[in-house]
């Protein structure tokens, strides 16, 4: 192999390896941890270690050189082991599809590498994918293991072709590894930033529930599809009661706990499909889609009920914690999220006049359809 036609496959390699880098951003951004997001990357390091193949030096029949062990290696750390074995059985498939004569060892070489890289990466890089120099470089140094498997394979060559081929290989590799782990760190680095920048723009910290800006984009998308579909949508609005008090006697530390506690109950007494959040002050809302006047008032009060039961600010005889909830449902095509939360919001003020730890529902005048 003459060194333009090295120059040009080192360039076609780095060319695909920008687009697995630009590909891994997208699904790390698209898709939550899982079956499918494991899928896809076992599918983009697969596809990756295929052309890097296709674009590999035959350095005689049946023997293939190639950088596939910096795709494979970097399959397990950043895809995890589904998806490094699903990156190493379509790198088997492409290798045989390149050229059916493939040496059986050059296969064993491909899972080898995975399986190396996967339990490498478990014991001695760190979780968040986010490694060291000297880290990548042990690691480029685990993808050079097919190279021993040609050592043992039944085609012959010279302990020159050795020195011309592997060893430059074996070392390109291992800058590969380095260069290509970085920028996928690099990846990684930045949407763990722009997912850290979103929750502190979204997400109360003392609570960890969404702040009123999230609540309200994603009360938008409910009510919209309130007004196509018809449907009902309901919304609570909480208030932790005499809370201000508790503050003066007690101290801002324990109404902390006592927001973050009833925060806690009102997370596990709702729907996945219901909107949470503090919306101020010791104020939470719910909004609620597909969601009637009766089975809103259902689950406030049980909201109601365990906070009475649970939720303390210092013993149980002296320090019981109550909320009042009130509940607003419109129906049709001119809800807007501005009534609905001041109907329930005149509702909760009346189960404050009322007594305090109670449910009440907005009146019948402000309510276009009921479950």
Not at 59 to 81: E, N, Q, S, T
Not at 159 to 165: F, I, P
């Amino acid at each position: 192999m003459s060194f333009s036609d090295f120059l040009l496959r080192l360039v076609n390699d780095l060319g695909i390896f920008s687009l697995v880098v630009m590909c891994y951003g997208a699904t790390i951004r698209r898709f939550q941890p899982g079956l499918v997001k494991f899928a896809i990357l076992g599918l983009l390091f697969g596809a990756g270690t295929g052309f890097a193949m296709a674009n590999g030096a035959g350095l005689m029949p049946g023997l293939l050189i190639d950088p596939r062990g910096v795709m494979l290696v970097l399959a397990g750390y950043f895809g995890g082991p589904i998806a490094a074995m699903a990156a190493s059985a379509i790198a088997t498939v492409a290798r045989i599809w390149i050229d059916s004569r493939v040496a059986a060892t050059e296969i064993a070489g491909i899972w080898a590498i995975t399986v190396a890289g996967v339990v490498f990466a478990r014991l001695f890089l760190p979780a968040d994918g986010l490694a060291s120099l000297r880290q990548f470089l042990a690691l480029g140094v685990v993808a050079s293991v097919p190279f021993a498997f040609a050592l043992v394979s039944p085609v012959p060559y010279s302990s020159g072709v050795l020195l011309q081929a592997f060893l430059p290989l074996a070392i390109a590799t291992v800058i590969g590894v380095v260069v290509l782990g970085h920028f996928l760190c690099a990846e990684q680095r930045e949407i763990a930033l722009k997912r850290k920048l979103e929750k502190e723009a979204f997400v109360d910290p003392l609570t960890n529930l969404p702040n009123r800006r999230k609540l309200e984009r994603k009360a938008g998308s409910i009510i919209d599809d309130a007004r196509r579909s018809g449907s009902p949508v309901s919304t609570l609005v909480i208030d932790i009661d005499r809370f201000k008090c508790m503050n003066d006697r007690f101290g801002h530390d324990v109404g902390d706990k006592v927001l973050k506690d009833v925060a806690a109950v009102v997370l596990a007494n709702v729907r996945a499909d219901d909107a949470v959040a503090r919306y101020g002050g010791e104020e939470i809302v719910v909004v609620m889609p597909r969601t009637g006047l009766t089975t809103a008032s259902v689950i406030a009060d049980r909201i109601r009920a365990v906070v009475d039961q649970e939720v303390f600010h210092g013993d149980r005889d002296s320090g019981k914690v109550t909320v009042s909830v009130g509940v607003a449902t419109h129906q049709g095509a001119g809800v807007s999220f501005k009534s609905l939360f001041k109907d329930a919001d005149e509702a909760l003020y009346r189960a404050k006049q009322r007594g305090r730890n109670r449910v009440e529902l907005a009146s019948p005048t402000s309510v276009s359809a009921v479950a």
